[in-house]
Structures are given as C-alpha cells and as structure tokens.
C-alpha cells in the first residue's frame, strides 16, 4: 500500500491487525475538547518483507501504525508508547484480530528493567521542555542579539570558514570526553545516563562554557583567539535561543499555559504520569494505562500545581524509581530467539 494512502484506507486493509486508542483518551486524562489519537500495528505483504514502510504517520487523526517489525523491535526496548498500546483498556481497542490478542497475551514477556530508563528518559525530555519554557514565560528575551552586546566587532574579523573549523576542532575534542556508548546501547539509555553525567557536572559547577575554553587551550589556541571564539560562539547560541524562542511564541498552543503557574501544564503532567508509570511497573510488573489518578492529571493540566510542588514530587518519584530498581525481579533484556519466535507466529497465525 502507498504511504500515502488515507487513515481509513490504512485502518480497513486487512493487513492492520492491531489498532487502539492512545494519548489522554487512553490515559482518562482528556477533556472535552480531546482529539482522538491512535496507534497501530500492519502486517506487510508478502512481497514488501524486505523493504516495508516502517510506519504510516496520519494528522487527521493523530495516528502512527508500525510494521510489526518495527513495532516489536520498539517493544523490546520499551518504549512507553509502544507498551502503553498493548496495555490499553480492551474497551479502546478499535481493532484486533487472533495476531492482535496473541500480541496482549504476552506483553508480561516483554517488560524489562529497561523500563527505569525509557520511561524516566521521557520524563526527563519533558522536564527539559518545562525548564526552556518556564525560562521564556518569566524572563523571555526582549530583544533580538546584537553582535555589540557580546562585545564583538560589527563584522567578523575570522573568516566565517576558518572560525567553523576552529570551532569544530574543539567539539570534537569536546566530544571525545564523553562516554563512548558504543552500538548496542540504545538511546533511552543514553539519555538517562547522559542525565546523571549532566547532574553531576551541574552539582561542581562544570559548564559547557567552561569545557569549551578547557578544550581550545588543549589544542593550543591562542589567548586572544579563544576569547574571540567564544563570543562568537555565545552570539550563535542567543541569535539561535532568539529564533526559538519566538517560533514557540508563534505556535505555542496557549491552553498549556494557564495562569500564573509558570510552565506548560501538559509537559507536567506527562512528567508525573511516566515517573508514576515507571514506578509502578518495577514494583508490580503492571502497566496501568487507564490512570485511577487521573484526577492528580488534570489538576496538574488546569494549573492548579505550583512549579516548585511539581519539581519536588518529580524528585520523590525519580528517587522510588531509583530505589525500585534495585529490588525489582524484571529481567534485564528481552530473549532475542523469543522475539524471532513472535514474529514468525504472527507472520504464520
């Protein structure tokens, strides 16, 4: 099927064999005003195996349908939205078959320790979200950078192409300092154990800033030179600060942003709700989409959490996870012939 076949054309092939409803529907957590959004899992054909469409992204609605493939290969690593969809309340689920139920049977067989980092790695990419945000809401840039304001000339004096070359030079000396993850570890991990390294670095007081001076003096740059760079380098950052800043004033959806609280409601919910989640499924191996604390949410959602409460709980929450993680009994990966072995049923079923 073209990838650029309709939503409904997609839903009604026989191909897709999975489809349920996801997002703040799924959660308990929507309002009246709530789009529907969905998630799904197709079979490709026979003669489309070694080249399938990975996934098929719709906007009206909001929904993503994966290959198995590409759907098993996510749910080995345990992504939160990828779980969430075999763990939906049956009655949002708009479309199964026997491949389908098989998939639900299982879903124990697939929850990992992976889970510490999936999950508090979302949560860690929406409190991110929530610190840029709340920086723009109480104190947004009030003007565009002017080169006069970083102590620099009207024009460069370091031809662009040699001042980019320099620059690269200390980011990859920069770079060769941080951990090499190597190919077999996946991204969720990444980020949660770049967030412990950024932690620490944060607690001794070692800014970028700082290691990019470090770096230049290593290799060998002058005095006068670093210093130029380095304004340069700051000037880059707040003209490109500036320009997303004023992209998320154009397009923030203004109903996150409710009253005084001083931060997009929605990214803190979804803080908490993952945070919560990934507690959860270490002590019970149970994920819980439907929230029975929902109402906790959509308080949060209306504003009525002050910034310091959030951060305080998200803390508690991060802390238990921590702990959890010690004790729970889930295995560390997922068998790699027991995937094969699912995916050659649903293929056969």
Not at 105 to 125: D, M, P, Q
Request: aromatic share 12%.
């Amino acid at each position: 099927m073209d990838k650029k076949c309709s939503f409904a054309e997609r839903v009604n092939d026989p191909t897709t064999f999975y489809l349920t409803i996801s997002g703040s529907r799924a959660y308990g957590t929507n309002t009246l005003t709530s789009d529907v959004d969905y998630k799904g899992i197709y079979l490709p054909a026979k003669d489309t195996y070694k080249n399938p469409v990975e996934q098929y992204e719709f906007n009206e609605p909001d929904a993503v349908i994966y290959s198995v493939k590409k759907f098993l290969g996510l749910l080995v690593e345990n992504n939160p939205n990828i779980i969430e969809m075999l763990w939906t309340e049956e009655e949002d689920v708009a479309k199964i078959d026997e491949r389908g139920r098989y998939l639900r049977e299982i879903r124990e067989s697939f929850l990992t320790k992976k889970v510490v980092h999936t999950f508090t790695g979302y949560a860690h990419a929406q409190l991110k979200r929530m610190e840029t945000h709340r920086k723009w809401l109480l104190n947004p840039p009030t003007k565009k950078p002017d080169r006069k304001d970083f102590l620099l000339p009207e024009m460069p004096v370091v031809p662009k192409n040699q001042l980019d070359a320099a620059k690269s030079k200390v980011t990859k000396k920069m770079d060769s300092w941080a951990i090499d993850f190597g190919p077999d570890v996946a991204s969720h991990s990444k980020i949660y154990i770049m967030e412990q390294i950024s932690d620490y670095l944060s607690e001794i007081e070692v800014s970028r800033d700082e290691k990019f001076i470090l770096a230049s003096r290593i290799l060998g740059f002058e005095e006068n030179f670093i210093e130029y760079m380095d304004k340069e380098r700051r000037f880059e950052a707040a003209s490109k600060e500036w320009k997303d800043y004023n992209t998320w004033l154009n397009e923030r959806n203004e109903s996150r942003f409710i009253g005084q609280v001083g931060y997009d409601c929605k990214n803190g919910y979804h803080l908490i709700r993952l945070l919560t989640m990934a507690c959860e499924i270490l002590e019970t191996g149970n994920v819980v989409v439907k929230r029975p604390d929902a109402n906790i949410y959509l308080d949060i959602r209306n504003g009525l959490w002050e910034y310091d409460r959030i951060m305080q709980y998200a803390d508690e929450l991060k802390s238990k996870t921590a702990s959890l993680a010690k004790t729970c009994m889930l295995p560390n990966n997922v068998d790699s012939t027991f995937v094969e072995n699912v995916y050659q049923r649903i293929v056969t079923l």
